[in-house]
């Protein structure tokens, strides 16, 4: 069974650069999934930010993709997340998931970044 | 494309029927899933393909529906159900996906 652990600051300036990573075990990131991360604000729901294919394609959340990068490192078996010119509002749970086509079979478990100064 | 839950909230008895819209702005096809999350959890996918129940997921969850409208039927509300029901979509192109605003589901 794959499992997904995201790992990254919990703590980030407004203006600075959220960097989440998320490690897959228990399987191949060149396997034939999309890799996403999904966020929630606390209390409200969910938000899919982008994905990522093994190859290197992306696809982004059109309200989030001039500030967001997705990348894969096939080497370390991981793909991250970069958040760029973070507010408030972008204090949430981060979560990583495996996309089966469309949707989402495994979650990582999540984690919190605030971004405060 | 726009996913549309209804309702936002509920509540309800150990053994009823429940059921959950979810309206698309426009025809997905049978790209939809359904999930279910519970406080400090990650979701956990219930229903693929609007009608296709995920492995190890109970019988008495259920979804239906084509085109832009979807629901979510439980049809004999256990304890461990209580918990926020989201719908998601696959827009084709370009390619994005989009969660439902979800329903909480609470106990009556």
């Known amino acids: 069974q794959v499992q997904l652990q995201e790992s990254g600051p919990g703590l980030v300036k407004p203006s600075g650069t959220l960097s989440l990573t998320c490690a897959v075990s228990g399987g191949s990131i060149s396997s034939s999934n999309w890799w996403s991360w999904v966020r929630q604000p606390p209390g409200k729901g969910l938000e899919w930010i982008g994905e990522?294919?093994?190859?290197?394609?992306?696809n982004y959340n059109p309200s989030l993709k001039s500030r967001v990068t997705i990348s894969v490192d096939k080497s370390k078996n991981q793909f991250s997340l970069k958040v760029s010119s973070v507010t408030a509002a972008d204090t949430a749970v981060y979560y990583c998931?495996?996309?089966?086509?469309?949707?989402?079979?495994?979650w990582g478990k999540g984690t919190t970044v605030t971004v405060s100064s | 494309i726009q996913l549309t839950q209804s309702p936002s909230s509920l509540s309800a008895s150990v053994g009823d029927r429940v059921t959950i819209t979810c309206r698309a702005s426009?025809?997905?096809?049978?790209?939809l899933a359904w999930y279910q999350q519970k406080p400090g959890k990650a979701p956990k996918l219930l229903i693929y393909?609007?009608?296709t129940l995920q492995s190890g997921v109970p019988s008495r969850f259920s979804g239906s529906g084509s085109g832009t409208d979807f629901t979510l039927t439980i049809s004999s509300l256990q304890p461990e159900d209580f918990a926020t029901y989201y719908c998601?979509?696959?827009?084709?192109?370009?390619?994005?996906?989009?969660f439902g605003g979800g329903t909480k589901v609470e106990i009556k």
């Open positions: 990522i294919y093994h190859s290197g394609s992306t």
């Open positions: 393909a609007a009608s």
């Open positions: 998931a495996i996309n089966s086509y469309y949707y989402m079979e495994v």
């Open positions: 998601q979509q696959l827009n084709s192109y370009p390619r994005a996906l989009t």
């Open positions: 426009q025809g997905i096809s049978s790209y």
